[in-house]
Every structure is written in structure tokens, then in C-alpha cells.
């Protein structure tokens, strides 16, 4: 999973969806790998205003990496080659191959074995009382 999926996921669990706490989801016993890749430039300067910047500071320090930039880079940063390549070598070349996933809020766990989060829900907790697949509604 790399690090820039992570940015956009929030806790599955119903009670959740509403709850501050429940994004971003928390690393756990994360084993991280380094999966070079082309460098992207336009890519990264694409992305970076759909980024939650503090959610990824708040994940880059979990998984101990040294302090990013508490603001999103703009203007003249989005033009620095360094700035690119470290923001790229972060978001696309880094990997979660094995570890867990944490909602701040429930407490729930999601598990990450080879690099794929598990988001299935046990039935306790993705139980609805009308699924729209029951009531036709797909």
C-alpha cells in the first residue's frame, strides 16, 4: 500500500463516517519497503492539492520519517526538483507491506498483508438495517 493510497481512506465502520477522529487511520508494526519507480514530476505537482497535508505529516511521523513541511509546498516549492523527488520517493515509492491500520475514533483494526488492506468488516460491525444490494438499489 503506499503511503499516498493511505491519505485517502477513512474507517469503513458506519459509526465513523461523521467522526473527526476516524481519519486519518493510524500504522501499526508497519515494515516498510522502498519500490523505486520513475520519477513523476507533473504527477506530484498534480496531486499535491488533493493531498491532506496533515494527515500525511501525521502518517510520515508514525512511520518515522523526518519532519515534512507543516504546509503543503506552493509557488516556488511546486518548481523545486528536491522538493518533488523527496515528495515523490514518500508518496509513491514508499510501501506498507505488512502492518496494521487503526481507526483513532473505534478502535478498529485493518490488517495490510503484502502490501493490500483487508476493509472487510466482521458482520457485527457492517451490519445495516436496509443494505441497498438487498433492496435492489445497486
Known amino acids: 500500500m503506499k503511503l499516498l493510497t493511505a ?3 477513512t474507517c469503513a ?3 465513523c463516517k461523521a467522526a473527526a477522529s476516524s481519519y486519518p487511520l493510524h500504522f501499526k508494526d508497519a515494515e516498510l519497503e522502498l519500490q523505486e519507480v520513475d520519477f513523476q514530476p507533473e504527477f506530484i505537482h498534480n496531486i499535491i492539492p488533493r ?10 511521523n508514525e512511520l518515522g520519517f523526518p519532519k515534512i513541511p507543516d504546509s503543503k509546498p506552493e509557488g516556488d516549492a511546486l518548481n523545486d ?3 518533488m523527488r523527496d515528495l515523490h520517493r514518500l508518496l509513491l515509492e514508499t510501501h506498507v507491506v505488512e502492518g496494521r491500520l ?4 473505534c478502535g478498529h483494526e485493518y490488517v495490510i498483508k503484502e502490501g493490500i488492506a483487508n476493509f472487510l468488516l466482521p458482520s457485527h460491525l457492517g451490519k ?3 443494505p441497498s444490494w438487498k433492496s435492489g438499489l445497486c
Open 13 to 15: 465502520v458506519k459509526g
Open 102 to 105: 487503526c481507526c483513532g475514533n
Open 81 to 83: 526538483e528536491q522538493t
Open 128 to 130: 445495516t438495517k436496509n
Open 7 to 9: 491519505n485517502f481512506l
Open 51 to 60: 493531498i491532506d497535508w496533515e494527515a500525511l505529516r501525521v502518517m510520515a
